[in-house]
């Protein structure tokens, strides 16, 4: 009974650290491992270019529908990302087009800024 007490105790004690280690690296340090991780940076500062003309969606949902058309090869910025069953979705913004949300495949590679 003791050894599995200390033993819950040790993995209570790393579990603590390893989040408070994860939660001490600065904002630059979290891009940069997100980048070299999944190349789709996970910060307000990137930016992609439209692969095709897209609408922007309502809604990250493949059903959603949207009014604003984003022209192919128009750079949009990359504001915040989702994932759901119908795949990931960035919300862009595009200058004079306004925002909204499309899937990760319309979108080329993230490039920081």
Do not use: H
Not at 27 to 48: D, L, Y
């Amino acid at each position: 009974m003791k050894k599995i007490l200390l033993v819950s105790a040790a993995l209570s004690a790393l579990s603590f650290c390893a989040q408070a280690a994860a939660e001490s690296v600065p904002p630059q340090a979290s891009a940069s491992v997100a980048s070299a991780a999944s190349a789709t940076p996970q910060t307000s500062k990137a930016t992609a270019v439209v692969l095709r003309a897209v609408a922007l969606r309502d809604r990250p949902k493949l059903d959603s529908t949207g009014e604003v058309v984003v022209p192919a090869e128009k750079r949009v910025r990359l504001e915040k990302s989702t994932q759901n069953a119908d795949g990931t979705w960035w919300y862009v913004t595009a200058d004079g087009l306004g925002g909204g949300w499309v899937v990760e495949t319309e979108v080329g590679s993230a490039q920081l800024q």
